[in-house]
């Protein structure tokens, strides 16, 4: 028996090691991929699938690792040109067609170039308009129509997207992914282009590029969904088989270039704070064999750990950071490891040091096995729950996971393949594999990014990178307990009771319990092994005094850190972990509450943790400090950018000292104390609102009833005299017109148009549905106007800002644009709002509509999601039957719903706020 034993665990090293043959095999593709391959070197790939949807990827292999010196940006171009006109399709068609459809522009009509890929998608609602998709995406291989007004017009937009995504105060990835590349191919090859190609770009140089790469040799087709394979594979050789090929050869596709792998001390952004960050190549990011499936796990449990005693460390050390991670980041076809930490300058050298200390312990002495078990617990649930979460796939998923794939050069794996996969590396993983895994990350050759403020000095901080890798290089501590806590949750005292059930359609059962707390259970198969949970109500600041509005803002933060019941806060953070519950507190506006998702065996400890919370939290003073110093730090590094300065300056302008909505700045912070945290949370716990409980798991309701009473009916609520809640927004009386901002770091001018109305109206569950169409429809006449018809901006944004629970309309519109065009954005503004107010159309509205059904449906097959839904109209008196019927809510909106809302938001009674932030030269 020993030797069967001392064999057994030697084949237990081999085969996480790898020296097992069968880890050399390579992954096999998932055969519900059909391949398929035109004459004329189209390649498509089919995957039929039982969902109604449907998703289409088209995939070109060229982007700007393609472009000669001249003609830099032109493939990004050609991939706007798609848009505005081709074959079939007159100017932007293509784009009211599919809306109409259901479709939304930029979420499921869109398209992005890389350095050797441009991709275009569009995902369907149903197949009715596949044939019209096939159109379209035929016209990209050799349709689009290059019209010098429109090639004129889309430099506009292109400059805006410049502006969009390439601020001149670049963020420090930014930076540090430049000084990566350079002397490397990808130096000049920024997909974007420059600025000077694209104003120099012409419809004949345009199309020079489209025509000489845009070939079927060079290109994929990807669709997935309610498709017959062999229909449609006769419905793409008829569309597709008269593309021509020009002979050359495909473009043989570039994965082996490397970045280099300095160390940098670089400038972060103006609002970043300063940070220390190391990334370690692990090596190409294409997963071919198991080996390397296996060998990505491992590193990414890892990761987990390296983030989990960062955490524990920090926390135990009431040490203020402003960000900590650990984490993969993928640059070009590689992976590397990376961790991080982010702090106040003045903080710098105690924050590397314990940063630096804690990497060095864990290299030199691993993780305990209750540490290993509170990561893994993860990974088992996920086997456990696998074909659940595996049947939630849905088309537009499936698809962009081949484009991946294809881009990768690796396969795509199956359910078997994975499934199989993931029970053997589970199964042979274990805690002395692990530490030596962690050992060989840690021990590798760092690259150490450096990024500091302003205050700081680069001289010095060169000097101490220098001295990194050496101090890095010293002997861990090694700590003084690795072994797990004992401790466990406060029991309630005595149970409650279940005053009522009542039964309703889509397996739905509300109970009604003795404190007064309404539980809405759904049973749903779809949550598989899990359990998701909200408990809300409304409250938030609006249940607050002004003096505790800072108090709102640290409460959770500190009380995390602080720990529950026996538990400090690093160690109910890892017990949550090991128990796989994950708690997420909220204080908003005008609500606040706890979402949990869980294993459906914990749901128990799940609801006693929010029995504890509910009922008493721990506030420790230095670690209240911490959050504090975390708070400050954050604050200053926005408050002092441009940008923060302008939203500090709209905030005053808009709203009088004690709304609910003012910023909350330093001095506020450092006012709080302990007693008002607690006095946030009396005021927020221990009274009831009306409170809801939402579960939606895969249980008999008479297996959540005991818990029921135990847990939650449990929570003693105090019934009367509850804090009034205050909805008014409390805008000032005279809102200023124009508010202009001179502190700019950036070319062009941020704008914002602001439009509040003050006059009253209640909202129902209708209302909601009826705001979010208004949205679409202004959002389609904005596009259309501002980037589409005029160039102006790329991005340009109206959304309503209001919470729910507040009575008034106030709405937003955001763009970037040259500062030359101000004057005409303003113009088109105001021509625009004018028509919101007085003249939408039916079609806008059919539209709009079908957009709105289209978007809200995948909350039937997302539980996780359908529980914050139900949790936030059930909170603010929506009732939830408008979401058990969306399409009918949906459709029941008219023409004149829409118009009366239109006319309060856009017209004559809104006070308009317009807001600019202008380059400083």
Not at 218 to 232: M, Q, V
Request: with cysteine; aromatic share 10%.
């Amino acid at each position: 028996m020993q030797r069967i034993k001392k064999w057994l665990i030697l084949f237990t090293v081999l085969i996480i090691v790898g020296c097992n043959s069968d880890l050399d095999k390579s992954i096999p593709n998932d055969s519900n991929w059909s391949q398929h391959q035109l004459d004329n070197g189209l390649r498509y790939h089919l995957y039929p699938t039982e969902d109604k949807e449907i998703s289409i990827r088209l995939m070109i292999h060229a982007g700007s690792m393609q472009e000669s010196d001249q003609q830099k940006g032109y493939a990004h171009f050609v991939e706007h040109m798609a848009f505005n006109g081709s074959r079939n399709f007159t100017g932007n068609d293509v784009i009211r067609l599919f809306e109409k459809t259901g479709g939304s522009f930029g979420a499921d009509i869109n398209a992005f170039t890389s350095y050797q890929l441009t991709a275009y998608k569009m995902d369907l609602a149903d197949q009715e308009h596949l044939p019209l998709a096939l159109t379209w995406m035929r016209d990209i291989a050799d349709g689009i129509e290059f019209s010098p007004d429109q090639v004129e017009r889309e430099k506009g937009v292109i400059l805006g997207e410049f502006r969009d995504s390439r601020p001149e105060n670049e963020p420090l990835f930014t930076k540090a992914y430049l000084e990566a590349i350079k002397g490397t191919v990808l130096e000049n090859k920024n997909p974007l282009g420059t600025e000077v190609s694209v104003k120099q770009a012409s419809a004949k140089g345009l199309e020079n590029y489209y025509r000489t790469w845009y070939q079927p040799q060079n290109a994929e087709l990807i669709i997935s969904g309610n498709i017959s394979t062999e229909e449609l594979s006769k419905l793409i050789s008829q569309q597709f088989s008269t593309w021509k090929n020009s002979g050359e050869p495909a473009v043989n596709k570039q994965r082996d270039y490397r970045i280099n792998h300095g160390s940098y001390t670089l400038l972060a952004g103006d609002k970043e704070s300063p940070s220390l960050h190391f990334f370690v190549d692990r090596g190409p990011s294409s997963i071919t064999t198991f080996k390397q499936q296996y060998q990505y796990w491992l590193d990414d449990v890892t990761q987990q750990l390296i983030y989990q005693r960062l955490k524990a460390s920090f926390n135990d050390a009431a040490q203020a950071v402003q960000h900590l991670g650990s984490y993969t980041q993928w640059i070009g076809y590689n992976r590397y490891s990376a961790a991080s930490v982010a702090f106040s300058a003045d903080n710098r050298e105690v924050t590397q040091q314990l940063f630096l200390e804690t990497l060095g312990s864990l290299r030199d002495y691993g993780v305990s096995q209750s540490e290993l078990d509170s990561i893994m617990t993860s990974y088992r649930n996920t086997l456990s729950n696998f074909d659940s979460e595996w049947n939630k796939r849905k088309p537009l998923q499936i698809v962009d996971e081949k484009l991946f794939a294809i881009d990768q050069a690796m396969p795509v794996q199956s359910r078997e393949t994975n499934r199989q996969a993931l029970n053997e590396f589970i199964t042979h993983v274990d805690l002395k594999r692990v530490n030596e895994n962690i050992d060989e990350l840690l021990s590798a050759n760092f690259s150490w990014l450096q990024g500091y403020s302003v205050s700081e000095s680069l001289t010095d901080l060169e000097q101490e990178m220098i001295k990194l890798p050496g101090l890095y290089a010293q002997a861990g501590f090694k700590p003084l307990d690795l072994q797990g806590v004992t401790a466990e949750l406060k029991q309630p005292m005595a149970q409650g009771e279940i005053v009522s059930r009542v039964d309703r359609e889509r397996n739905l059962t509300v109970w009604r319990l003795n404190n007064g707390i309404e539980v809405w259970y759904q049973r749903d198969p779809k949550a598989g092994q899990r359990a998701h949970i909200v408990y809300a109500s409304q409250g938030g600041r609006a249940a607050l005094i002004p003096e505790l509005y800072a108090a709102s803002d640290l409460l959770s933060q500190s009380a995390a850190r602080s720990g529950l019941g026996e538990f400090s806060g690093a160690q109910f953070d890892g017990y949550l972990r090991k128990k796989d519950v994950a708690v997420y507190p909220f204080i908003g506006f005008t609500t606040h509450g706890l979402e949990v998702n869980t294993a459906v065996k914990e749901l128990p400890l799940a609801l006693n943790t929010i029995f504890n919370i509910s009922t008493e939290i721990k506030i420790e003073p230095r670690q209240l400090e911490a959050v504090k110093q975390e708070f400050y730090e954050k604050n200053s590094a926005y408050l002092s950018s441009p940008e923060g300065k302008w939203q500090k300056t709209i905030n005053a302008e808009t709203y009088q000292p004690q709304s609910r909505h003012r910023l909350v700045v330093n001095s506020d912070i450092a006012a709080v104390t302990t007693e008002q945290l607690l006095q946030v949370h009396e005021r927020l716990f221990r009274y009831n609102r009306d409170n809801k409980l939402v579960i939606i798991a895969d249980l008999e309701p008479t297996h959540i009833a005991p818990m029921l009473r135990k847990y939650v009916a449990s929570i003693a609520l105090k019934g009367e005299q509850s804090p009034s809640l205050n909805f008014d927004n409390q805008y000032n009386a005279d809102l200023a017109p124009l508010v202009e901002v001179i502190e700019g770091s950036e070319k062009g001018t941020m704008l914002l148009t602001r439009l509040i109305n003050t006059e009253k109206r209640t909202k129902s569950a209708k209302d909601v549905f009826t705001e979010d169409a208004l949205k679409r429809i202004a959002n389609a006449r904005l596009l259309e106007d501002i980037r589409e018809k005029r160039g102006l901006d790329y991005t340009p944004e109206i959304y309503p800002v209001t919470q729910d629970g507040e009575l008034v309309s106030d709405w937003f519109v955001t763009a970037k644009v040259a500062s030359k065009d101000l004057k005409e954005v303003k113009l088109a503004l105001e021509f625009m709002f004018d028509g919101l107010a007085h003249s939408i159309t039916e079609e806008e509205v059919s539209t709009a509509v079908k957009q709105l059904a289209v978007a809200v449906e995948p909350i039937n097959e997302d539980p996780q999601q359908r529980a914050w839904f139900y949790s936030r109209y059930l909170i603010h008196g929506y009732g939830i039957d408008a979401l058990l019927d969306i399409e009918g809510t949906a459709n029941s909106i008219t023409l004149d719903d829409i118009q009366q809302r239109a006319s309060w938001v856009f017209g004559s009674n809104s006070k308009k706020l317009t807001a600019t932030l202008s380059p400083k030269n």
